[in-house]
């Protein structure tokens, strides 16, 4: 039967867990327990995990018997803090946020099992209309880029190095504010620029 990608993904990480205690009895058509609760804690309501979305309205995890509950964790860190504490069973974030929980020492680090995109859903927006835009316009202006050290900070500066700009003395960062914060920090009137996700796409 038709299933989304995701959908196994997920039941595959589900059965790792389940299936540890399986004797040689189960057989080739058993299903899996009705109703196991999982967690999962998406990093945003993003566009990018539509293929998710589609499988939860589809009854595809239910069909699985996965009572599949979705929260929305609003930045990696805080997506990190709740796989960390017990509270989500799985986390959607970038992989930057196992890194830094493992340098950090943790005795019991968290393992990226899958990848879900190849590409950075973001954005740069000016705050006065750009007819001929141009990497080079970015030197001396104000752009809010994200939380130091997440995803789409890095990326941001991975693609002005391409362009010849420096991070640090080309452009000035603020990266004070949270990424989903920054939408709102620039329509308040802060940055000449600013990063923003495709999450701003979806209600």
């Given at each position: 039967m038709k299933r989304k990608l995701i959908s196994l993904l997920l039941l595959s990480a589900l059965l790792l867990v389940t299936l540890?205690?399986?004797?040689?009895?189960?057989?080739?058509?058993?299903?899996?327990?009705?109703?196991?609760?999982?967690?999962?804690?998406?990093?945003?309501?993003?566009?990018f995990y539509a293929p998710m979305?589609?499988?939860?309205?589809?009854?595809?995890?239910?069909?699985?018997?996965i009572d599949l509950e979705l929260v929305t964790g609003f930045g990696a860190d805080k997506t990190m803090t709740a796989v960390l504490s017990g509270e989500a069973d799985i986390g959607f974030m970038g992989s930057e946020a196992s890194i830094y929980t493992y340098l950090g020492g943790t005795t019991d680090p968290v393992i990226n099992f899958a990848?879900?995109?190849?590409?950075?859903?973001?954005?740069l927006v000016?705050?006065?209309?750009?007819?001929?835009f141009s990497w080079e316009m970015l030197k001396g202006t104000d752009v809010l880029g994200g939380r130091a050290g997440g995803m789409p900070e890095m990326v941001f500066e991975y693609i002005l190095k391409k362009h010849n700009i420096d991070p640090a003395t080309d452009v000035t960062i603020d990266q004070s504010i949270d990424f989903g914060s920054t939408a709102a920090a620039f329509s308040g009137g802060q940055g000449d620029f600013t990063v923003v996700k495709d999450n701003l796409?979806?209600?």
């Open positions: 540890t205690g399986c004797g040689a009895s189960a057989g080739a058509n058993s299903q899996p327990a009705a109703g196991k609760k999982v967690v999962l804690n998406e990093v945003a309501h993003s566009i979305y589609v499988a939860i309205e589809e009854g595809y995890f239910e069909e699985e018997g990848q879900l995109t190849q590409r950075a859903g973001n954005f000016s705050r006065e209309p750009v007819d001929d796409l979806l209600p």
